[in-house]
């Protein structure tokens, strides 16, 4: 079968033949018809993850056919009953073969069938960006209806699907980007506002305007970080789950502590979350942005616009 | 009366006649006995505190008498009914006149009947150190028997009381402390162990020696905080509720979102909290550490004790 396969560092994957896998006990083979590019399969190909392998299929998002039905994959791989991830935990697609191939073998239980008002291509948008966002916003965040949230760097795809889904809760929400076009979808889908942080003084100004916000979800870290501590009000909570900016420099504790603030690490989330999430999509219709659709032996088009920052929304492999 | 009072910054408290108070209507006079120091009076006598005016009786802590009985005082002031502070909160003793006098007014729903295990002096040690301590183990932490806890700094008020709770919850407790007898003392108590943080690698290798720890309580902050979160176990949460050591610098967004951690910024706690703490204490007959007391005339020399951090438990007044 055809497949994208990571084989060395820094360079392109390869469009390659791999074995058509076949199925262990428990375990369907799915024929994928669509799966998505996620910052992970990116960061691999820089070597900046975890436990990589060469020789793996990439791929942790996907959707697939099996039995006559399409269904969308689960892309934990050993989370466990828990809260917490098991100690032998992983993300599907390294080091377990993923979705970027015409066929994948997984658990029958890793298979929920695909919402109906999704297309194929946005069903393989869904699930790690998808489950990540709703682990932050109401796993750890706890995010209430009515309450103010802001979700910086709106244009990667937790943060989009972080704000589709505190919208449908709600929730008043608020956006960041250094890209006005960004701010003017989320406020389409009903973000109530949106700040350009390239801007001097974004932060001051934003927290004077709204009073502070109840919840703020980031994955930059960096020098920005003490902005949001600032603008978190009493009592707030604040989800992190990535830090593209890098390491966060000065922090006064008393800003944490005198306002009871929360500073949550997120990453993925349970099994258990991965339903609610696609009920909860399902139930307010949500649709995650698609950016563009490449067919899996031009992959590496995708990845190169992923390493320019240039995507907004998804970027999808027909398979 | 004769009171303690705040006049001037950098300068000792003024041991002087104070009008006697008079009870609003659901409050009660009490007849003081004892009261104890917290680091918060020595930052007011700094200038280094939120909130600051001239002419106040200090003091949070304190034990008394009214009709017959012997009372611990609460000493949050407008907490309100929830998990969080109302916007008028303060702590007794700055702005609102404290516990350093014969005589206080308090809300007549601030009074606590003293545990009969403790003294006077040692129930006069309770009330902010206890609060603060449990609310940041068990109120946000979520320490359950069996787990490992460190506790940093274990000379600090609050940092016993923490350790003496989570001993009696069946956790597995180590501390820090420059100081090896109060390592020691600790030790006495229950604690599993504890290491000596101005040895080199004394993070690392206590986080080898231990696995990890499922909670840590720290009020120091600054350059040490990176290897509390290095130690801290996946899933693990730290309560942090002072910063001594000043600000955290250069934290890495990875090590708190890989591992599902959380900080949790802690000051105080609920009035129910107050009410459990205290029940607590009484059920596993917790005694606080006294360090010494001193009669309400000579007060700034336990106040100058504290300056120099010489004091092992807590500073008392004998009223």
Known sequence: MKSLVFTEYKAPLSYQDSIEPIAKEGQKVIKMQAAAFNRRDFWITLGLYPGIVPNCILGSDGVGEVDGKQYIINPNVEWGDGDLPNKNYSILG??????????????????????????????AALPLGGLTAYHAVFGKCQLKAGEKILITGVGGGVSQMATQLAIAAGAEVY?????????????????????????????????????????????????????LVRIAKTGGRIGIYGGTRGAIPQINPAHIFLKHLTIYGCTMGSDKEFLKMVEFVSQHKIIPLVDEVYDLENGNKGLQKMAKGEQFGKVILSI
């Open 94 to 123: 390294m080091p377990v073969n993923g979705t970027f191939a015409e066929y994948i073998a997984v658990d029958a239980d890793r298979l929920v069938e695909k919402p109906a008002h999704l297309t194929t291509e946005q069903a």
């Open 175 to 227: 956006v960041s980007s250094s890209s006005e076009a960004k701010i003017l979808k989320a406020m389409e889908w009903g973000a109530k506002g949106g700040v350009n942080y390239t801007k001097e003084d974004w932060a001051k100004r934003l927290g004077k305007d709204t009073g502070g916000f109840d919840v703020i979800i980031d994955s930059a870290g960096g020098e920005g970080f003490k902005d």
